[in-house]
Every structure is written in structure tokens, then in C-alpha cells.
């Protein structure tokens, strides 16, 4: 076999197959609602009803993650019966495809 037609053959040589399987990736979005610090005994003593005071003032954006990587702003919407994310700000695509595959 010639080395032109193993090259062709071997999938991790394709740069097209490369970002075509990268494109295909499933990844974990999550819109953070707010953060807040609590002790053990605070935790414990949570129950139905509890309510928590979250950092985020009522009009600000909330932080939209992608895996674990902060990529944008957005505000939540209500699609149907459901919650969803309106963006707002949104970091440059290079930054997103930089943070999202850094492997460190």
C-alpha cells in the first residue's frame, strides 16, 4: 500500500475530520442563577421554604458556562413552558474555541 493511501485511510491525519468530530463534541451548558456562601450549620438548618440571598441584583446578566468555561451574558426568558437563555454579551468565537479545548 502506497504511504499517500495511508494517509488518506488514517482518520487522525484528516484535518476535516478532526473539526468535524470536535464540532460534533457534547458539551454541559449552565446558566448560573447566583452564588452565595453558607456554613455547615446554615445548610443543615435549609428546609422547604428556605430562601437564599443570591449575588446577582435582580436586573443583571446571569453568567452562561459551557462546560466550565464563562462564555457569556444573558438574561432568562420563558420559551413555551419552559426557562431559557437570551445572550447578551458573548466572547469572541476564537476565545470560545481557545477556552473549550484547552486541555489544561
Known amino acids: 500500500m502506497s504511504s499517500t493511501k495511508q494517509k488518506r485511510?488514517?482518520?487522525?491525519?484528516?484535518?476535516g475530520l478532526q473539526i468535524q468530530k470536535l464540532?460534533?463534541?457534547?458539551?454541559t451548558a449552565r446558566l448560573v442563577?447566583?452564588?452565595?456562601k453558607l456554613e455547615i450549620e446554615e445548610i443543615l438548618k435549609l428546609g422547604q421554604g428556605s430562601?437564599?440571598?443570591l449575588d446577582?441584583?435582580?436586573?443583571?446578566?446571569?453568567?452562561?458556562?459551557?462546560?466550565?468555561?464563562?462564555?457569556?451574558?444573558?438574561k432568562s426568558v420563558?420559551?413555551?413552558?419552559?426557562?431559557?437563555a437570551k445572550i447578551t454579551e458573548i466572547s469572541s468565537t476564537e476565545k470560545r474555541l481557545k477556552d473549550l479545548t484547552d486541555l489544561e
Not at 446577582?56 to 444573558?74: G, Q, S
Not at 420563558?78 to 431559557?84: A, E, K, P, R, V
Open 33 to 36: 442563577l447566583g452564588e452565595c
Open 78 to 84: 420563558t420559551i413555551g413552558d419552559n426557562l431559557g
Open 51 to 53: 430562601m437564599l440571598v
Open 23 to 27: 464540532m460534533e463534541m457534547p458539551v
Open 56 to 74: 446577582t441584583k435582580v436586573k443583571e446578566n446571569l453568567k452562561l458556562y459551557i462546560n466550565d468555561e464563562e462564555i457569556a451574558k444573558a
Open 9 to 15: 485511510n488514517n482518520p487522525k491525519k484528516e484535518p
